[in-house]
């Protein structure tokens, strides 16, 4: 996005680094028609917890529940890339499991053992066509009323022990950059916008004492990222006084169907990108003339396919 001061260049320039177009915390007040809405989200945003969760609790569960024992370094691997190192970062957990199985049925050293799974992988995309927003508690509704295909059991089972494992890590640490910025939104209603649970959320956050700065948590029961933002926005912030700050092109698809800027927090230089955000873009982006946003280094540090498939 351009910088200029006039409005109709602010307008044309938010297309650019602001893409086209519940209450739950300690913070809360009413929005006037000055008020600016921050959007966060967490993992990988403001916890140095992607890594963590992926490496030690969904792809070793991944792998262990659905690969044969020779081929759990591989199907971890796969895990990484989509949830870690695409352009699929920070995906919902049952979309990034369906895109992990399909890779595995395409990897030469995987798919052969791999074609076991496929009634599970037609199981799950089935449901994932009609269900806008899969989480476990509405895979437990579905398969209790039978009105899914019961091979989805084992993917329940999958997410409840994804759970369970990442129950027994330590609290994540907030990254010091995110932990400084957090006080410079003071003007603003922030909200935590995250795939996640939002109790496992909130609780990440009350332990890293910083639960008071959020006004709501819209988690993953309340549905998409892009719908839980505008329905924050409804009839009380006009796009232009929306940010979304994220590290995965999901945040960034969120900001453009409301029509709001989005500022990412780039993978592998987070520190970086929140320094970067409290020194200059966010004081620009609260006077009503923010900056480019660096997306084409945000892009840059998620390839759209594995090495093994180029």
Request: glycine fraction near 10%.
């Amino acid at each position: 996005m351009k910088t200029d001061s006039s409005t109709a260049t602010n307008k044309r320039s938010q297309a650019s680094s602001r893409p086209s177009r519940s209450r739950q915390g300690g913070r809360g007040r009413e929005a006037s028609s000055r008020a600016i809405l921050v959007a966060l989200d967490s993992d990988g945003t403001v916890f140095d917890s992607m890594s963590a969760k992926h490496d030690l609790c969904f792809g070793p569960v991944f792998a262990r529940w659905f690969g044969p024992a020779k081929h759990l370094e591989i199907l971890e691997g796969i895990w990484r890339f989509v949830n870690l190192g695409s352009r699929q970062r920070g995906i919902n957990r049952f979309k990034g499991l369906s895109a992990c199985l399909h890779l595995a049925l395409r990897h030469p050293q995987t798919a052969r053992a791999m074609k076991r799974e496929e009634p599970v992988v037609a199981a799950l995309d089935a449901w994932l066509a009609v269900e806008g927003s899969p989480s476990r508690g509405r895979l437990e509704t579905a398969l209790a009323s039978r009105k899914v295909d019961p091979m989805l059991e084992k993917v329940l089972i999958w997410s409840i022990a994804v759970d369970e494992s990442i129950a027994g890590l330590p609290p994540p640490a907030a990254f010091a950059g995110a932990r400084a910025a957090l006080p410079l939104l003071g003007e603003a209603e922030l909200i935590v916008l995250t795939a996640g649970p939002s109790g496992a959320i909130a609780r990440d956050w009350q332990e890293a004492g910083i639960l008071h700065h959020v006004a709501s948590i819209a988690g993953q029961e309340r549905g998409p990222k892009g719908p839980s933002l505008l329905a924050a926005m409804e009839g009380r912030y006009a796009p232009e006084r929306v940010l979304v700050v994220g590290d995965a092109p999901g945040d960034l698809e969120a900001a453009r169907s409301a029509g709001a800027f989005f500022y990412p927090i780039v993978p592998g230089r987070e520190e970086e990108s929140w320094a970067s955000f409290a020194s200059g873009y966010l004081g620009a982006f609260m006077a009503g003339s923010a900056p480019a946003a660096p997306i084409a280094a945000f892009f840059d540090a998620m390839p759209l396919s594995p090495p093994w498939l180029r």
